[in-house]
């Protein structure tokens, strides 16, 4: 299962960016959805999380501000960040577990999108 992560770029302090993750190959469901970052040398940690309900839960540092929702039709996952800040600046990682392969034939998986880095200017 591969993940193709998109929309990071450079946004002034305020600003807003909404970042897609898309799942691709033979994906049975998917569980959980989220989002990690990892500013520079720091380890990666988690902002948002979305369970295949709809349930979510994000790190207090961004509650308020970034919005995780997902499209299960399109196996996509969403973080609309809002009120940025310098602080935000990372690497952005979208991450998705859940079941592939075909009928009667299912593994487990947990994938990693390749990052796309967000940087917030002051």
């Known amino acids: 299962v591969q993940l193709q992560a998109s929309g990071g770029g450079l946004v002034q302090s305020g600003g807003s960016l909404r970042l897609s993750c898309a799942a691709s190959g033979s994906i049975f469901s998917i569980n959980a959805m989220g989002w990690y970052r990892q500013a520079l040398g720091k380890q990666r940690d988690l902002v948002a999380r979305?369970?295949?309900?709809?349930?979510?839960n994000y790190a207090d540092s961004v509650k308020g501000r970034f919005t995780i929702s997902r499209d299960n039709a399109k196996n996509t996952v969403y973080l609309q960040m809002d009120s940025l800040k310098a602080e935000d600046t990372a690497v952005y990682y979208c991450?998705?577990?859940?079941?592939?392969?075909?009928?009667?034939?299912?593994?487990?998986?947990?994938?990693w999108g390749q990052g796309t880095q967000v940087t917030v200017s002051s």
């Open positions: 979305i369970t295949s309900g709809g349930e979510t």
């Open positions: 991450k998705a577990d859940g079941l592939y392969g075909y009928s009667g034939s299912y593994e487990p998986f947990a994938s």
